[in-house]
């Protein structure tokens, strides 16, 4: 099945559900008892939040936004390998910002599952389909 849907549309569709999860994450963190209190002080789960590490964090969250985009515009050649080097990068991020309690255990194991797919989809993506 997955072979007969069009390679860009589906890549795409993979990048807004992924994003669409890391989102929803970062919204449902907020109720949480006592993390906004938290972030207000200027340190967040031990990190110092600084304008560096927001601008990190604008660039992380750029990717899956970008890769919605110009996964539905570019050529298979570089779309391909823009897919297969974004989500990994990605999948390492996500998974490098560690796990605070069992719903971001869940929400680390879908991202990395769309993330998976993604490059999956990209390396078995042939020139003829």
Not at 2 to 14: A, E, F, G, P, V
Not at 20 to 31: G, K, T
Not at 33 to 55: C, D, R
Not at 87 to 112: E, S, W
């Amino acid at each position: 099945m997955i072979d007969s849907i069009n390679k860009q549309i589906l890549l795409s569709q993979l990048w807004l559900f992924m994003l669409l999860n890391m989102v929803f994450r970062d919204i449902h963190e907020f109720f949480s008892p006592g993390t906004i209190q938290e972030a207000m002080t200027g340190v967040f789960n031990g990190v110092e939040i600084t304008e560096s590490l927001m601008l990190i964090g604008g660039f992380m969250v750029e990717i899956p936004i970008l890769m919605v985009l110009v996964s539905r515009l570019l050529k298979r050649k570089t779309n391909r390998w823009l897919n297969l080097i974004l989500a990994p990068l990605n999948a390492v991020m996500i998974i490098q910002n560690g796990v605070r309690d069992m719903d971001d255990i869940f929400f680390v194991i879908v991202k990395v599952i769309a993330l998976t797919s993604i490059f999956l989809i990209a390396l078995r993506w042939k020139e003829d389909s």
